[in-house]
Protein backbone atom coordinates (compact mmCIF):
# COMPACT_ATOMS: atom_id res chain seq x y z
CA UNK A 1 0.00 0.00 0.00
CA UNK A 2 1.00 3.61 -1.15
CA UNK A 3 0.59 6.38 1.12
CA UNK A 4 1.18 10.08 -0.11
CA UNK A 5 0.79 12.84 2.30
CA UNK A 6 1.40 16.38 0.66
CA UNK A 7 2.44 19.48 2.95
CA UNK A 8 3.52 23.22 2.08
CA UNK A 9 0.40 24.53 0.99
CA UNK A 10 -1.07 27.96 2.80
CA UNK A 11 -2.16 31.62 1.82
CA UNK A 12 0.15 33.65 0.02
CA UNK A 13 -0.27 36.91 -1.91
CA UNK A 14 -0.02 37.68 -5.67
CA UNK A 15 3.18 37.32 -6.73
CA UNK A 16 4.43 35.06 -3.84
CA UNK A 17 6.15 31.61 -3.94
CA UNK A 18 5.16 28.28 -2.38
CA UNK A 19 7.16 24.54 -2.60
CA UNK A 20 4.67 22.20 -2.06
CA UNK A 21 6.20 18.56 -1.12
CA UNK A 22 4.62 14.83 -1.01
CA UNK A 23 5.91 12.20 0.58
CA UNK A 24 5.67 8.96 -0.35
CA UNK A 25 5.51 5.79 1.82
CA UNK A 26 5.52 2.11 0.75
CA UNK A 27 6.45 0.49 -2.41
CA UNK A 28 9.22 1.60 -3.93
CA UNK A 29 9.42 5.62 -5.12
CA UNK A 30 11.95 5.01 -8.10
CA UNK A 31 9.60 3.42 -10.07
CA UNK A 32 6.64 5.93 -9.57
CA UNK A 33 5.59 8.12 -12.19
CA UNK A 34 4.41 10.97 -9.99
CA UNK A 35 1.92 13.84 -10.66
CA UNK A 36 0.61 16.83 -9.19
CA UNK A 37 -3.58 17.81 -9.83
CA UNK A 38 -5.30 20.41 -8.41
CA UNK A 39 -9.02 21.18 -8.33
CA UNK A 40 -10.37 24.43 -7.87
CA UNK A 41 -13.59 25.28 -6.34
CA UNK A 42 -16.74 24.39 -8.08
CA UNK A 43 -14.37 23.49 -11.41
CA UNK A 44 -12.80 19.99 -12.64
CA UNK A 45 -8.93 18.52 -11.47
CA UNK A 46 -6.24 19.91 -14.31
CA UNK A 47 -3.08 18.12 -14.42
CA UNK A 48 -0.35 20.81 -13.20
CA UNK A 49 2.59 18.91 -13.55
CA UNK A 50 3.79 15.30 -14.19
CA UNK A 51 7.23 13.97 -13.91
CA UNK A 52 8.50 10.31 -14.93
CA UNK A 53 10.65 7.94 -12.81
CA UNK A 54 14.25 9.49 -12.68
CA UNK A 55 13.85 13.06 -13.85
CA UNK A 56 14.27 12.97 -17.53
CA UNK A 57 10.29 14.04 -18.49
CA UNK A 58 8.04 16.27 -17.10
CA UNK A 59 4.98 17.62 -18.53
CA UNK A 60 3.19 20.99 -17.18
CA UNK A 61 -0.48 22.34 -17.21
CA UNK A 62 -0.71 25.55 -20.06
CA UNK A 63 -1.39 27.87 -17.25
CA UNK A 64 1.61 26.95 -15.00
CA UNK A 65 4.36 26.76 -17.62
CA UNK A 66 7.56 29.09 -16.60
CA UNK A 67 6.11 29.53 -13.49
CA UNK A 68 5.97 26.22 -11.57
CA UNK A 69 8.41 23.33 -11.57
CA UNK A 70 8.26 19.60 -11.07
CA UNK A 71 11.34 17.84 -9.19
CA UNK A 72 11.53 14.83 -7.13
CA UNK A 73 14.41 13.67 -4.81
CA UNK A 74 14.17 9.09 -5.19
CA UNK A 75 16.34 8.62 -2.13
CA UNK A 76 13.92 11.15 0.03
CA UNK A 77 10.52 9.54 -1.82
CA UNK A 78 9.41 12.84 -2.26
CA UNK A 79 8.24 14.84 -5.42
CA UNK A 80 7.88 19.06 -5.03
CA UNK A 81 6.42 21.74 -6.57
CA UNK A 82 7.50 24.93 -7.19
CA UNK A 83 5.35 27.26 -7.58
CA UNK A 84 6.63 31.20 -8.45
CA UNK A 85 4.95 34.41 -9.17
CA UNK A 86 1.62 32.95 -8.01
CA UNK A 87 -1.75 34.00 -9.04
CA UNK A 88 -5.08 34.07 -7.32
CA UNK A 89 -6.45 31.60 -9.93
CA UNK A 90 -4.12 28.99 -8.62
CA UNK A 91 -5.60 28.67 -5.45
CA UNK A 92 -7.09 24.89 -5.17
CA UNK A 93 -6.67 22.23 -3.47
CA UNK A 94 -3.40 20.59 -4.70
CA UNK A 95 -2.85 16.84 -4.95
CA UNK A 96 -0.03 14.66 -5.54
CA UNK A 97 -0.41 11.24 -7.34
CA UNK A 98 1.71 8.21 -7.93
CA UNK A 99 1.41 5.62 -10.83
CA UNK A 100 3.16 2.82 -9.82
CA UNK A 101 2.82 0.91 -12.95
CA UNK A 102 4.95 3.71 -15.21
CA UNK A 103 7.23 2.62 -17.65
CA UNK A 104 10.69 4.36 -16.82
CA UNK A 105 10.24 7.86 -19.45
CA UNK A 106 6.07 7.41 -19.13
CA UNK A 107 4.39 10.69 -18.24
CA UNK A 108 0.82 10.45 -17.26
CA UNK A 109 -1.18 12.87 -17.84
CA UNK A 110 -4.78 11.81 -16.81
CA UNK A 111 -5.80 11.12 -13.60
CA UNK A 112 -6.86 7.81 -14.44
CA UNK A 113 -3.48 6.37 -14.66
CA UNK A 114 -2.92 7.40 -11.54
CA UNK A 115 -3.48 4.70 -8.48
CA UNK A 116 -3.11 6.49 -5.68
CA UNK A 117 -3.39 10.25 -4.63
CA UNK A 118 -2.64 12.33 -1.20
CA UNK A 119 -5.12 13.91 0.85
CA UNK A 120 -4.51 17.46 -0.99
CA UNK A 121 -3.17 20.35 0.68
CA UNK A 122 -5.09 24.33 0.07
CA UNK A 123 -3.30 26.97 -1.50
CA UNK A 124 -4.87 30.27 -1.50
CA UNK A 125 -3.88 33.59 -3.56
CA UNK A 126 -5.34 37.02 -2.75
CA UNK A 127 -4.71 39.57 -5.25
Known amino acids: QVQLVESGGGVVQAGASLKLACAASGGTFSRFAMAWFRRAPGKEQHLVAA????????IYGESVKGRFTVSRDNAKKTVYLQMDNLKPEDTAVYYC????????????????????WGQGTQVTVSS
Open 51 to 58: INRNSVNT
Open 97 to 116: AADVNAILYDVPTTANRYDY
